[in-house]
């Protein structure tokens, strides 16, 4: 997290928006949220998020190679995990990461999960999009998705 934005964001964030931020995701499409949406986005260094891009790179280098399923066969040892009819390659990749600090206490990415399948992308758009409609005055613009 970079402190600065963080102290920024707190001291302005109020349970009232916070609230209606809520609100407003559960009836956009009037579907009621199950779980906590954190009362905050997360803040992090460009470093920190070249570092989870370059990951990301390295990892679809190795999904990417055309031997990918000879690479990865037998690495199932239970058939139920085995999808039938599955495709040569995913149509879709989530790399979920854990931030850790590595032997110089840098953050650093570990990858955590890989799924060969979508789980949330249109809601992260949208709790993406909700932060900053009731938040975006104490968000930096360059902290926006597209930086």
């Known amino acids: 997290m970079i402190k600065t934005i963080r102290d920024a964001y707190n001291a302005n964030f109020s349970e009232e928006t916070y609230q209606t931020f809520l609100h407003d995701i559960d009836t956009s499409f009037d579907f009621k949220v199950k779980f906590k949406i954190a009362e905050t986005p997360v803040f992090i260094p460009k470093a920190l998020k070249q570092k989870l891009i370059d990951a990301c790179d390295d990892i679809m280098s190795v999904i990417d ?20 009819n599955e495709d040569e390659h995913s149509k879709f990749i989530q790399l979920d990461f ?10 650093t990415p570990k990858l955590i999960e890989l799924q060969g399948f979508p789980s949330l992308y249109f809601f992260q758009e949208l709790v993406g999009r909700k932060y900053r409609e009731h938040f975006g005055d104490t968000i930096p613009k360059d902290f926006f998705a597209t930086s």
């Open 65 to 84: 190679k055309p031997n990918f399923k000879e690479l990865t066969d037998g690495a199932f040892f239970d058939a139920n995990t085995i999808v039938p």
């Open 98 to 107: 854990g931030i850790c600090k590595d032997e110089n206490g840098e953050l």
